[in-house]
């Protein structure tokens, strides 16, 4: 079963520093989201994407985030300079239409800033 | 105004019972799912209940819908062990998001 997927698994960063975090979402998928849940908290979610441009961005998704996919394969969330308030387990989604599917989350990538 | 609020925040029960849990809502919807989240692992997608259903079956699960009450159920029947997990709603309404629930954390205890 196709299934999204999502590298590193764990990544550590000292505060200030950039990280990317990837993702390889279903490949006939045509929408793509990042979430990410705070230890103990919700999932909320950050940004949907689609045609190669934003469609939707919470209030969390401020300038320090952006979102890529590169080579029509990959879809990346950039972090310009990490906060220790960036700490949280980051998920990926890919869906394949709007209304007429789920999402399928990856496993996600665990972020430590310290 | 949080959507998918999920009660009790905490379940446990003993192998073999039913465990029921609850959702709330405050916007309409298209559609409400439910997923599972062992500790520190991925979403798991269980169901997929669209607004127009009232009922939906998978397995040892089985879902409600009444938006009316803007509320859902799952319940799970014949518990087990493996079932331990979180258990989250999420609302899908106009927007492309979803919106999760805080979760309800069950233990089975065998």
């Known amino acids: 079963e196709p299934e999204v997927t999502q590298t590193p698994s764990h990544q550590v960063t000292q505060m200030g520093q950039e990280v990317i975090l990837r993702c390889v979402p279903i490949s006939n998928h045509l929408y793509f989201y990042w979430y990410r849940q705070i230890l103990g908290q919700k999932v909320e979610f950050l940004v949907s994407?689609?045609?190669?441009?934003?469609?939707?961005k919470s209030e969390i998704f401020d300038d320090q985030f952006s979102v890529e996919r590169p080579d029509g394969s990959n879809f990346t969330l950039k972090i310009r300079s990490t906060k220790l308030e960036d700490s949280a387990m980051y998920f990926c989604?890919?869906?394949?239409?709007?209304?007429?599917?789920?999402?399928?989350f990856g496993p996600g990538t665990r972020l430590t800033v310290l | 105004s949080q959507q998918g609020e999920e009660d009790p925040q905490a379940l446990s029960i003993q192998e073999g019972e039913n465990a029921t849990m609850n959702c709330s809502y405050k916007t309409s919807i298209n559609n409400l799912q439910w997923y599972r989240q062992n500790s520190g692992r991925g979403l798991v997608h269980l169901i997929l209940i669209r607004s127009n259903e009232r009922e939906k079956h998978s397995g040892r699960l089985r879902v409600t819908l009444d938006t009316s009450k803007k509320s859902s159920s799952l319940l799970i029947t014949a518990s087990r062990a493996a079932d331990t997990a979180s258990y989250f709603c999420?609302?899908?309404?106009?927007?492309?998001?979803?919106?999760f629930g805080k979760g309800t954390k069950l233990t089975v205890n065998p």
């Open positions: 989604a890919s869906w394949l239409e709007v209304n007429t599917d789920t999402q399928y």
């Open positions: 994407f689609y045609n190669n441009e934003i469609s939707e």
């Open positions: 999420a609302t899908k309404g106009g927007s492309e998001k979803l919106v």
